[in-house]
């Protein structure tokens, strides 16, 4: 994904650490870091959105586990804003476009199951609402991705979740998902509050939704 930098105004492709912090090009990092690589700039230090995504395609499970982890961090400080004084387009919405949410649905069955509950819960859980909407208003939605009322049945994945991202994710069988994550695995406390806190969230979507979530 390119980007355009705040330091440059320049577009180029920004490069991440494993906690998800941007490196500057030109940095020098140590290779003992391993963030050099064997991608079209082994010289800079760091992993595009790009190369991240195609790591978590790898055969190896630890570079999928790393790329997933990173994703995770990247997705967690998008949502912070803590990429504004680095680049002009907003982080969030380049990950979204960049199908960021698709990764983390097919991780989630995959045995890098318990990092693809972290991304989603990234995704989809602001911090702010949910504290508004729990400890302030606790009888008022303030869910703020809602239902497209122009979806049809005949539109590809891509359309819908260009247009409306819970939908996507009901569709491609999510609440299934949570129940046999739910009902087969022993998951973490942490874990179990991210499941239970996203279909809490995620109900509040449309009746059409919460319907689904209701049969599972």
Not at 27 to 47: F, N, Q, R, S
Not at 125 to 132: A, C
Request: net charge negative; hydrophobic share 40%; proline share 3%.
């Amino acid at each position: 994904a390119v980007v355009s930098t705040q330091s440059t105004g320049g577009e180029v492709q920004v490069r991440f650490d494993f906690d998800g912090k941007i490196v500057p090009r030109g940095t020098e990092v140590h290779i003992d870091k391993g963030l050099h690589h064997h991608g079209e700039e082994p010289a800079e230090a760091g992993y595009t959105l790009d190369e991240l995504f195609i790591l978590s395609r790898s055969m190896v499970l630890r570079q999928r586990q790393i790329s997933l982890e990173t994703l995770v961090h990247i997705t967690q400080r998008a949502r912070h804003a803590l990429y504004t004084k680095h680049v002009q387009q907003p982080m969030f919405q380049l990950l979204l476009d960049s199908g960021i949410v698709q990764l983390f649905r097919h991780a989630l069955d995959t045995s890098e199951y318990e990092l693809a509950l972290q991304g989603l819960a990234a995704l989809l859980l602001s911090p702010t609402e949910i504290f508004i909407q729990d400890e302030c208003y606790p009888d008022m939605s303030i869910y703020t991705l809602q239902p497209n009322r122009d979806i049809t049945k005949d539109m590809d994945h891509d359309t819908v979740l260009a247009t409306d991202v819970v939908r996507l994710l009901v569709d491609s069988q999510l609440p299934q998902r949570f129940w046999y994550l739910l009902s087969k695995h022993e998951l973490t406390k942490t874990l179990i509050n991210n499941v239970l806190n996203i279909i809490q969230h995620l109900v509040q979507h449309s009746l059409h939704v919460a319907m689904v979530f209701m049969k599972h």
